[in-house]
């Protein structure tokens, strides 16, 4: 991933269009990965990611949090309701309708199909063009149920920004943290598994059964395994796995395979 420090982002509201957010994307071509079949690897200023392009999903994603991203959050504010809309990258199919058909007489808020980040809008909106990119098909999304991402995805993305010691309101309500704090949380993530393949509208992408995420700070490491359903609604730190057994488990080294920057 290409270093950059927050402090030198020109931070000036730029067009929320689709326009510009593939004006946006041109500047970061995808290159090939060699992690397994069918995948590619897309590096921008805000995250680097490896997508299996068959799945439609992300096998890792790697980008780092610090002290001086989270003065920017805290000071940019990005409107979500502007900045937050879904484009697919260059060249690829857009989801939204795809999202709007797998979810057709699904009642219960909790359990509808949601369009899951990876490196999460909260986390890289410490630059307006970072909260556009967040939010790209297939290259930092995958179908992740509605309750598990408010969920216990949530309270780790909250988990991350307290590390380095905000102290924004929300959406830090969703956990509580009184421990020491630190200047960078390095992070890593990705789907796992699979519980249904979807095939809606021209589009074939899994529904994994894990999202997984790996947190570093402080010279220690902490893995979280997330089961992709309801049961994954609350509670971050009961899913706690030792390190060792998410590398088995995913039969790769997250920290290998995309290094820290």
Request: glycine share 6%.
């Amino acid at each position: 991933m290409l270093a950059i420090s927050s402090m030198v982002i020109a931070q000036i509201a730029p067009p929320s269009t689709a326009k510009y957010a593939h004006e946006l994307q041109a500047r970061f071509p995808l290159k090939p990965s060699h992690l397994r079949a069918n995948c590619v690897k897309w590096d921008n200023l805000y995250f680097s990611a490896i997508i299996d392009t068959s799945l439609r999903e992300s096998v890792v994603t790697y980008a780092y949090y610090t002290t001086d991203r989270e003065d920017s959050v805290v000071s940019l504010h990005v409107d979500r309701s502007r900045y937050g809309a879904w484009h697919a990258y260059i060249g690829m199919k857009s989801e939204t309708k795809f999202y709007t058909d797998i979810n057709r007489g699904i009642i219960n808020t909790l359990l509808k199909y949601d369009k899951g980040h990876y490196a999460a809008f909260e986390l890289c909106a410490w630059s307006y063009d970072g909260a556009i990119l967040s939010c790209t098909y297939d290259l930092n999304e995958g179908i992740e149920l509605q309750g598990q991402n408010e969920g216990t995805e949530a309270e780790v993305e909250s988990l991350t920004r307290l590390l380095v010691g905000s102290t924004a309101r929300e959406p830090h309500s969703k956990v509580h943290y009184t421990g020491p704090t630190f200047r960078r949380v390095d992070y890593w993530k990705g789907s796992w598994g699979s519980k249904e393949v979807f095939n809606v509208d021209g589009i074939v992408k899994n529904y994994a059964a894990v999202y997984w995420n790996l947190l570093q700070y402080g010279g220690a490491s902490h893995a979280y395994w997330f089961p992709n359903d309801i049961s994954a609604q609350t509670g971050y730190a009961q899913f706690e796995i030792p390190v060792e057994e998410l590398v088995s488990r995913l039969g790769f080294d997250p920290k290998k395979v995309i290094p820290a920057q």
